[in-house]
Structure formats: C-alpha cells, structure tokens
C-alpha cells in the first residue's frame, strides 16, 4: 500500500569535525526504540509550483546548521588503563557532517479519512508511514539519527519523524521540528526589499549542544566496563498491541480534577487538594481504569510512573534549549493492592499520589539518581517494563500543532510502533488547544476490549473536534 520513490541524503554546511559525549541520560536510551512521532497534512499545492520534499529538504539543510549532531552518527571508543588492559567503552556523537535521510513515499488509494477515522483503532498502514520500525538507539553507529519520511495521500501527506532517543527526548525533538518548520515558512517568503539585509531564517534561540554534567564541568565520556558494548542491547518484540487516540475536553478535565478536589477535601489531605493539577487527574483516571481492564488479583501490586523532564527542575536551571536527554521516569509510591486502588472514591487519593511523585523530583533527587547510575551504569530494556503498571509518556506542552512547513497547520498528530507496551498512554495537545489533550492509549486486544466496557473512562472520554475542510 505504502511504496518509497526515492531517497536522498541532506548534509549540513561543512563546519569542523568534533564530537559530543553522551550523558548518563543518553547512554541510558541506547537501547530503546527510535522516537516515531509524524504530522497529517491536508494535501500540499501541486508542482510545478510547490515541491514538497524538496522544499522539505532544503529547510532541512538550513536547520541542520544549528543543529548539527543530528546529522552525525554514534562513535565507540575503547578505553584501557596503565597497563593497556580494557577498562570499557564509551560513546558519543561523531559530528562528521554523514547527514539525514529524507524519504518519499507513495501510499495508493490511502486518504486522510483512512488514517484518522472516527471511534476506532490507529489503522496499521500508519506504521509504513516510519522508516526504521526496528531501530533501536544503538544502531546509529550505522544508521542516520533522524530520517524523515514524506508520504503522500490521496488528499494529504504525512511527515513522519524518526529520531534516535539517545541523540534527543522529545522536548528536544520538538525543539527542532519547529525550528525546521519556521526556516521553511521563510524560505517561502525570501525576497528581500532593496537595501534591506537578508532577514534571519528562524527566530528561535540556538540549540544548547554543550552536554549537562553534575559538577557543572565540560562532560566527559561515560565509559561502560563491558568485554562489548552490543551485549548489553535488548530487541524484543511486544504483543500484538491495539492503539486508540482518545480526546479529552478542557472542560472534561477540569472535571476530573474537581472530582479529586472534592474527594481529597473530604479525606482531609487538603495540601493534597491545592496541589491536584489535571495532568494529575487524567493520569489517575488512566491507572485506574487500565488496572481494571486487566482484571488484576486483589492483592496484586501496581504503580504509576510518568516521564518527567529535567531541564527546569535542575538548580541551575538547564535551558530549555539543551538538545540531549535530560528526563527521567518518576513513579508513585511502593505499590498499592490493585483492590485499593479501585476502590470507590480514590481517583483522588492516586491524582495525589501521582502528585507526589512529581514534585518529589526537585534537583537532590536528580543529582542522586545520577550519582547512583554513574556508580551502577545501566541501558534500559523491557527488563524495565511493568506489566502490572501503568506509564505516562510525551507531554502536550510539546507544540506538536505550530509546525507548520509552509501549507497549513497539521490536521492531526500519530506515532509509528516504536516504544508502545501494554499500558502506555501518551499525551498529545488537543489540535483545537484551550488545554484540551488527545491520550494515545495502547493495550493488548484482551485489556483494550475491556477498557472499552468502563463507564467511569468513557464517562470522561470527549467527542474529537473536527479537522478543517479543504486546504490550511
């Protein structure tokens, strides 16, 4: 359904050749999928006037020249001690200039009410629209750290995104896509008045490629002591996985964050109630309602973990702009009897569990989950995996929506196969904004069926707003 018509290598202007080292947090990522995230569009204009990818790639190039590592490939190094015996390996960023991949792609007779359709699955052909479905972070030694993917619809095109999740996390990722975008708006736009100097392609702040380290130093090689550093790469496969995009009003929200309030407030945890946030109330809805659809034993032990970035939270502050990894995971407390957590009102007392997970994490805690990688180094792999938890991911802060490359804003926002478990729900902002968010949900066929017979979720659960007509 999905063919590819060619491919092509985008370089960013020469500079000199140097390298970055991965951080604890990078190292950690080597052995996780490629972030998969990608954009609908409704249909572009037609050549001759307007060639996508090429105008695409062209963008790209530009953006490439503050982002530079993206382009690069992951380099080992072998370190010995005095006596020339191996201590380890270590690796970093090899910014030599080897360039992305830019795909385009071809999907016959697929429209864009094929890949959004109302009240139901993520259709599978969405997964051909990512190249790279199998990667995982340690094949960039050989592999791009980005590819884009450019396929085009009967009425639209998708641009997929795929990037190595040790070169970036998704605030990152996010950081350069927009950039990406707001150089192709102007490209389109780059006359010049006469006597005027050329106008900046981009108005966003340099990406922060400097690596974080602890003592506020230039950051060295983290070096793994392992005989190869491929023995610690995990691939697995997960089971077959049903994927839904759910909507959540603003108003829907701010009533699940009410119900906590009020539960909170007549359990007596006050600070509890001062502190909900509606990120928290949704969380707790999901952990409660996926524990359920798994018909769990009473007695059987489940937690709620959440991806969290760091950046703000560090003292100093990190940048916003640090392109790199710098998150971690938070969970809740140790984990609570499945017949607990279910019980009648207690979407509160999770919404506040979650809380505290969250601002637990301050700069100490940081600091000293560093420290204890550092001292016991490990790359994450299904080995992390709970199969009785639920987990949190993205973030709809993320501006998903103001990428827009020269034709419209996106229609709507998917991801490919990589990094979905049973359990995982992650957030997306709301095309129509006003803080509302859209919540990828994906479970096995069994615990999906289920989910889909809770009133207390559905309950909660809002109509989509429509995508626009025609042309953006």
């Not at 996508?52 to 382009?71: F, I």
């Not at 990428?403 to 709301?430: E, H, I, T």
Request: charged share 20%.
């Amino acid at each position: 359904m999905v063919r590819v018509v060619s491919s092509s290598t985008v370089k960013p202007p020469p500079r000199p050749r140097h390298r970055i080292p991965l951080t604890s947090w990078d190292v950690a990522m080597l052995s996780t999928d490629y972030i998969q995230k990608g954009l609908l569009f409704h249909k572009p204009p037609s050549p001759p006037t307007f060639h996508v990818v090429d105008h695409l790639a062209a963008a790209l190039g530009d953006a490439l020249g503050d982002y530079y590592p993206v382009a690069g490939r992951l380099v080992t190094d072998q370190h010995r001690d005095e006596l020339g015996n191996v201590e380890g390996y270590s690796v970093s960023i090899g910014c030599d200039g080897q360039g992305v991949e830019i795909v385009h792609a071809l999907a016959d007779g697929v429209s864009i009410a094929d890949v959004i359709p109302p009240d139901a699955d993520v259709p599978r052909v969405v997964q051909s629209f990512f190249p790279l479905g199998d990667a995982v972070g340690f094949d960039g030694h050989e592999l791009p750290l980005f590819v884009v993917q450019v396929t085009e619809l009967a009425d639209g095109a998708f641009v997929g995104f795929v990037c190595n999740h040790a070169l970036a996390d998704g605030t990152a990722l996010w950081d350069f896509l927009n950039a990406w975008a707001e150089i192709a708006r102007a490209r389109l736009n780059l006359a010049t008045p006469e006597g005027e100097a050329p106008r900046p392609l981009t108005s966003r702040r340099a990406p922060l490629l400097e690596r974080w380290s602890a003592d506020g130093g230039a950051a060295s090689p983290i070096v793994q002591a392992c005989a190869d550093l491929s023995e610690l790469i995990e691939r697995s496969e997960p089971p077959p996985l049903r994927t839904r995009m759910l909507h959540f009003s603003a108003e829907s929200l701010a009533s699940l964050k009410e119900r906590a309030r009020q539960e909170l407030l007549t359990a007596g945890d006050t600070a509890g109630a001062a502190a909900l946030t509606r990120f928290q109330a949704l969380s707790s809805l999901a952990w409660r309602c996926i524990t359920r659809a798994r018909r769990p034993a009473p007695e059987q032990g489940t937690t709620c973990r959440a991806a969290i970035n760091n950046r703000a939270r560090l003292r100093p502050a990190l940048s916003a702009e640090y392109f790199g990894n710098s998150i971690d995971a938070v969970s809740t407390e140790a984990p609570v009897r499945a017949s607990m957590l279910l019980e009648r009102d207690r979407h509160g007392w999770a919404a506040a569990a979650v809380g505290r997970a969250v601002a637990a994490h301050d700069d100490e805690a940081i600091r000293a989950r560093v420290a204890a990688w550092m001292a016991k180094p490990v790359v994450y792999t299904m080995r992390w995996y709970d199969p009785h938890g639920t987990t949190v991911g993205s973030s709809p802060r993320f501006d998903m929506y103001g990428c827009d490359f020269g034709w419209g804003r996106p229609v709507a926002v998917r991801s490919g196969k990589a990094n979905k478990v049973d359990g995982r729900m992650s957030l997306y902002p709301g095309r129509d904004g006003g803080g509302s968010v859209d919540a990828e949900v994906s479970l096995t066929p069994e615990h999906m069926a289920a989910l889909e017979q809770d009133e207390e979720f559905w309950a909660a659960v809002s109509m989509g707003a429509p995508a626009p007509e025609g042309k953006l």
